[in-house]
């Protein structure tokens, strides 16, 4: 079996699945490449096009994170190969921790608190109870699902949103247009955490974020294109004046790294991570890609990623 990987981490990556699969031979994708040709898998994450177009015997293209929007945009992806993708294998957990420091920035005021410290200003601010403080996640795949457990074991009551209908313990499941809609209208922050596709981007358009109430909230640690980064500023006010929603909190965009003179760097309601919400975890990752070179080779039923739908 010959496997090429294509990560920043390639030689950890190399190192485990060498490990685990002695008889495989696995190379990074700088190896010459007439060493490369003719490989069964490629283990990938923001593959080169070359790499893609180059190959003629793939059985399996592994994604080595949750999101397939940059491998499905290579226009030298082989359509006819199948791609799996890393599916929670610790990144649920990682993402639960992000979006619940989001939530708990604004339900406690915390964005309030740093705007105060530079007047010296010792205001504290009411904390109402968990039950007035919805929580929103658009995408409840299984990252999505993990958030919003987290979040409901935190206290929050949690809507979620879905293409298709879904039934979650203790989240209230909507879906379709008019349930997003419905959604909006009831949470104080909502948090996207859907496939970036062309059902969703712009998602969270200025129609959609006028909806949610005023002093709402946005966590986004999913895709840049989920959010009309334009109409979100608008919405966010002026520096001075605060409009309709209070602040976000951003670990994606639409162009990453984010450019310097981006103007929601210097807005003053919105907090930037530079996409670190869920780095994928090597141990719990290199298991599941291994359990999936396992059953493609035995020929067993794989949840394959569907192109048409984006995820
Ligand atoms: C990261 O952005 C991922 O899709 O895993």
Redesign the pocket.
């Known amino acids: 079996m010959k496997i090429v990987v294509h990560t920043d981490q390639a030689d950890q990556w190399q190192a485990a699945l060498s490990e685990a699969l002695p008889e495989a031979t696995v190379l990074k994708s700088d190896a010459p490449a007439q060493e490369r040709q003719g490989a069964d898998y490629l283990a990938v994450?923001k593959a080169p096009g070359h790499l893609l177009a180059e190959q003629r015997a793939l059985k399996g293209i592994i994604?080595?994170?949750?999101?397939?929007?940059?491998l499905l945009a290579s226009p030298e992806r082989p359509a006819d190969v199948p791609i799996v993708?890393?599916r929670d294998a610790g990144?649920g957990e990682l993402m639960a921790d992000y979006v619940l420091y989001g939530v708990l920035h604004f339900y406690r005021s915390m964005d309030r608190y740093s705007a105060q410290q530079p007047g010296a200003q010792w205001q504290p601010h009411e904390v109402v109870e968990k039950a007035q403080w919805p929580v929103g996640v658009l995408g409840l795949g299984a990252i999505g699902q993990a958030v919003a457990s987290a979040l409901d074991q935190a206290g929050f009551p949690v809507l979620g949103w879905s293409r298709s209908p879904k039934t979650l313990k203790n989240v209230r499941c909507l879906h379709g247009e008019a349930g997003l809609d419905e959604l909006l209208g009831q949470v104080q922050s909502v948090v996207t955490i859907l496939p970036d596709t062309p059902a969703t981007r712009h998602i969270l358009n200025a129609e959609r974020l006028a909806r949610l109430p005023k002093g709402g909230s946005v966590i986004n640690p999913?895709?840049g294109g989920l959010i009309d980064e334009d109409a979100l500023l608008e919405a966010l006010g002026s520096g001075e004046q605060e409009g309709h929603l209070r602040g976000a909190l951003l670990d994606?965009f639409s162009e990453e790294p984010l450019p310097a003179a981006h103007p929601l760097w210097q807005h003053p309601r919105v907090l930037i991570t530079p996409?670190m919400?869920?780095?994928?975890p090597l141990a719990d990752a290199i298991d599941q890609v291994i359990s999936y070179l396992h059953a493609f080779e035995a020929g067993d039923a794989i949840a394959t990623v569907n192109p048409s739908d984006g995820y």
């Open positions: 994450w994604n080595l994170g949750a999101g397939v929007d940059h993708k890393l990144m999913g895709r994606v996409h919400a869920a780095p994928t």
